[in-house]
């Protein structure tokens, strides 16, 4: 139970009414405050706190305290006293709603330390949400803003203890949070980084990404008892702060160094407000789904204009993992990761067998274990992820790590690269090695020999199929090819091909002849220009093509990507394999996929169950499958108001084009009646 619902049982606080008239009363104070108000609900969870974690009377705790010398209605949002009589201020508490920018929040150190000089108590204390700043003038001039940072404020009138987080004290260990809280947190976070536009948004995410590396590992190394290293404790400057978080993180960087190459690039007192919006939260404790809604929502508003072309909708992630159906002992690639959806779509899938198979893993413990036997292999050993963008290999890094490792097999490379030089970074990431790939490569660039040499071109026998003039292989300088009629005329190969015909080849490369299968996003001029027709040919040498889904035009333009597109599900040949034209292809039109141009949500929504403002479960439907979406009734992203909140969802297995697909496979005599 939270503070809060501590209080609210014991008496000490009262809630009455409902929505936007919503009321809260504070016993002893005799106060009524506006619930429904963000900045009411965080005084209400830090005045519990006062009472059941710091020990205070409630009758010395007082609000809207008006504040002398200060203007006629400035008043202190809450003030601790000492003695019964009230006139002995001790703690001057200001209180602002979670998510307020930097400024905002150094606007309210300010005022609250206002309002303590003017009341003469020695301690300030400033919170919004889960970030929160104390100080301590007890032996500091007023003007102090730094050196008097203590970790946490004292229990009972005693003195401010070292440090505020311990593991596994009871009371003093980190909590998990709420996915709105969690969300929150990432905001600020980045906010903080980004600095008004001195860093770009991807470099501050990387940044980011970093600093929750090493606030990760922290929990889990860290020994029982013993403080956390990423906070900040009594007495310690901001130089001191950042040097501890800089060590610990070198110290990673050597026993990893493919992780992360370069330093954490944050002044002191930047690094210092991030801990502050971090230092509470157990990302350890927090649950996935919470830690995966959270960062894919920012990531996806992160993406968007500048980033678009690195990301793909997560509707179409899913689907092609559906189709595909991966196996926990599938070895998974996708060599054009970016910040690694297809990835981590793929550990769901496994994970979601594993909660099939153990669906009591929450509360059996021998389950749980069984359960994470069950799924962590995969995670760590069995997904890989190609990047050519160091900085988006970074975030998809970061992304494997908040899922639960496999992070070690991101590597920051071109895909495209000579295969010999893939394998050194990563030995499992060689030629005919992979049983799934999932990938959107990217689109519309070039590759040109001039560039890249003559040896980097010649790996790629699809440039022997990029000749206007025949449907088959063109006559090289050196001679006559096979499959090409006599008398056809030599011309020279391609000096530049686009990327993805290339990645088609590298698809093909990478997955086992005859049981390898790949799920590819490609433009629909793949499938559709005359002047590719030879790229066709090598497709149906190469591949069995098992299914293709054309996507709408807008798939890709909530992101600024307006190409049409269309999916391709493939199985490479075994060598000497062919494929009559008379084996079935699965060919579909997907209209309504989840979203719209604007990235607006198209399902179609039916309420499967629900216990008013407590849960509910719907069902949303689109033409790829459906989905079972859990909600809880609570705090939301809408300015803190109550309302629905999305606690998990999964995709029904057998429904939509993807139960189609799989009667296909069965029988698709029926498709051609």
């Known amino acids: 139970m939270?503070?809060?619902?501590?209080?609210?049982?014991?008496?000490?606080?009262?809630?009455?009414?409902?929505?936007?008239?919503?009321?809260i009363v504070y016993v002893a104070a005799d106060y009524t405050g506006r619930y429904s108000d963000p900045e009411e609900q965080v005084r209400a969870e830090f005045w519990a706190e006062l009472v059941l974690r710091y020990e205070y009377k409630p009758e010395r705790i007082h609000l809207e305290v008006t504040v002398?010398?200060?203007?006629?209605?400035?008043?202190?949002?809450?003030?601790?006293?000492?003695?019964?009589?009230?006139?002995?201020?001790?703690?001057?508490?200001?209180?602002?709603?979670?998510?307020?920018?930097?400024?905002?929040?150094?606007?309210?150190?300010?005022?609250?330390?206002?309002?303590?000089?003017?009341?003469?108590?020695?301690?300030?204390?400033?919170?919004?949400?889960?970030?929160?700043?104390f100080l301590d003038f007890s032996k500091h001039?007023?003007?102090?803003?730094?050196?008097?940072?203590?970790?946490?404020?004292?229990?009972?009138?005693?003195?401010?203890?070292?440090?505020?987080?311990?593991?596994?004290?009871?009371?003093?260990?980190?909590?998990?949070v709420s996915r709105e809280m969690l969300r929150s947190a990432i905001r600020k976070c980045h906010q903080t980084l980004w600095e008004g536009g001195k860093r770009t948004p991807i470099a501050a995410f990387g940044e980011f990404c970093k600093i929750i590396f090493i606030k990760i590992r922290d929990e889990k190394e860290t020994k029982q008892g013993k403080p956390y290293q990423v906070q900040q404790r009594t007495g310690e400057t901001l130089e001191e702060l950042s040097q501890r978080i800089q060590n610990l993180y070198e110290a990673e960087q050597k026993a990893e160094p493919g992780v992360f190459t370069e330093k954490i690039n944050v002044e002191p007192g930047v690094l210092a407000q991030v801990v502050e919006h971090i230092e509470a939260i157990n990302f350890n404790k927090t649950d996935l789904d919470?830690?995966?809604?959270?960062?894919?929502?920012?990531?996806?508003?992160?993406?968007?204009?500048?980033?678009?072309?690195?990301?793909?909708?997560?509707?179409?992630?899913?689907?092609?993992?559906?189709?595909?159906?991966?196996?926990k002992s599938d070895l998974v690639l996708d060599p054009a990761c970016g910040s690694g959806g297809f990835l981590l779509y793929a550990l769901d899938y496994i994970r979601e067998q594993a909660t099939r198979e153990y669906s009591n893993w929450e509360t059996d413990a021998e389950e749980r274990q069984n359960w994470l036997n069950y799924w962590h292999p995969f995670a760590q050993n069995n997904i890989f992820g190609i990047e050519i963008n160091d900085e988006l290999a970074r975030v998809a890094k970061m992304n494997m790590i908040i899922h639960d490792d496999g992070h070690t097999?991101?590597?920051?490379?071109?895909?495209?690269?000579?295969?010999?030089?893939?394998?050194?970074?990563?030995?499992?990431?060689?030629?005919?090695?992979?049983?799934?790939?999932?990938?959107?490569?990217?689109?519309?660039?070039?590759?040109?020999?001039?560039?890249?040499?003559?040896?980097y071109m010649a790996q790629f026998e699809l440039r022997n199929y990029l000749?206007?003039?025949?449907?088959?292989?063109?006559?090289?300088?050196?001679?006559?090819?096979?499959?090409?009629?006599?008398?056809?005329?030599?011309?020279?190969?391609?000096?530049?091909?686009?990327?993805?015909?290339?990645?088609?080849?590298?698809?093909?490369?990478?997955?086992?002849?005859?049981?390898?299968?790949?799920?590819?996003v490609v433009p629909d001029g793949i499938l559709t220009n005359s002047s590719?027709?030879?790229?066709?040919?090598?497709?149906?040498?190469?591949?069995?093509?098992?299914?293709?889904?054309?996507?709408?035009?807008?798939?890709?333009?909530?992101?600024?990507?307006?190409?049409?597109?269309?999916?391709?599900?493939?199985?490479?040949?075994?060598?000497?394999?062919?494929?009559?034209?008379?084996?079935?292809?699965?060919?579909?039109?997907?209209?309504?996929?989840?979203?719209?141009?604007?990235?607006?949500?198209?399902?179609?929504?039916?309420?499967?169950?629900?216990t008013p403002a407590k849960e509910k479960v719907e069902i949303h439907?689109?033409?790829?499958?459906?989905?079972?979406?859990?909600?809880?009734?609570?705090?939301?992203?809408?300015k803190g108001k109550p309302g629905w909140s999305e606690r998990h969802r999964a995709v029904i297995p057998n429904t939509g084009l993807v139960a189609q697909f799989y009667q296909f496979q069965r029988d698709p005599t029926p498709f051609f009646v």
């Open 68 to 133: 002398p010398r200060r203007t006629p209605t400035d008043r202190a949002d809450i003030v601790v006293c000492k003695d019964d009589e009230n006139k002995d201020p001790y703690i001057v508490v200001e209180c602002k709603k979670d998510g307020i920018s930097d400024a905002e929040f150094n606007q309210a150190v300010e005022q609250a330390c206002g309002n303590r000089a003017s009341l003469g108590a020695p301690f300030a204390a400033i919170v919004a949400g889960s970030t929160r700043r």
């Open 141 to 176: 001039k007023p003007q102090e803003r730094e050196k008097n940072i203590v970790a946490d404020l004292p229990v009972r009138y005693g003195n401010p203890p070292e440090n505020r987080y311990y593991k596994g004290k009871a009371g003093q260990d980190l909590s998990s």
């Open 290 to 327: 919470t830690k995966g809604v959270a960062f894919e929502e920012f990531m996806g508003s992160f993406f968007k204009g500048d980033f678009g072309q690195y990301f793909t909708p997560r509707e179409l992630i899913a689907f092609c993992v559906q189709m595909l159906s991966p196996e």
């Open 2 to 23: 939270t503070y809060l619902e501590q209080a609210l049982e014991k008496g000490y606080l009262q809630l009455t009414g409902d929505g936007k008239n919503q009321k």
């Open 621 to 638: 439907h689109c033409d790829f499958f459906d989905y079972r979406v859990w909600y809880n009734y609570g705090e939301t992203a809408d």
């Open 532 to 610: 590719l027709q030879g790229v066709r040919d090598w497709l149906l040498e190469h591949f069995q093509i098992l299914a293709v889904v054309g996507l709408p035009q807008f798939a890709f333009q909530h992101y600024d990507a307006g190409v049409k597109a269309s999916i391709l599900f493939m199985r490479r040949l075994e060598k000497g394999e062919t494929i009559t034209d008379e084996t079935p292809i699965f060919m579909a039109l997907a209209e309504n996929i989840g979203y719209d141009a604007t990235g607006r949500k198209t399902f179609e929504v039916k309420v499967e169950s629900e």
């Open 409 to 455: 097999n991101i590597i920051s490379h071109d895909a495209l690269d000579f295969t010999k030089e893939l394998k050194a970074e990563r030995a499992k990431i060689k030629p005919g090695n992979f049983d799934l790939i999932l990938t959107n490569p990217p689109f519309g660039s070039v590759v040109k020999e001039a560039e890249k040499g003559k040896d």
């Open 467 to 520: 000749n206007k003039a025949t449907t088959g292989r063109i006559i090289t300088e050196e001679g006559e090819s096979e499959g090409v009629e006599r008398g056809a005329k030599a011309v020279k190969l391609r000096a530049s091909v686009k990327t993805e015909i290339l990645f088609l080849e590298r698809v093909h490369t990478f997955l086992k002849p005859n049981t390898g299968r790949a799920a590819v």
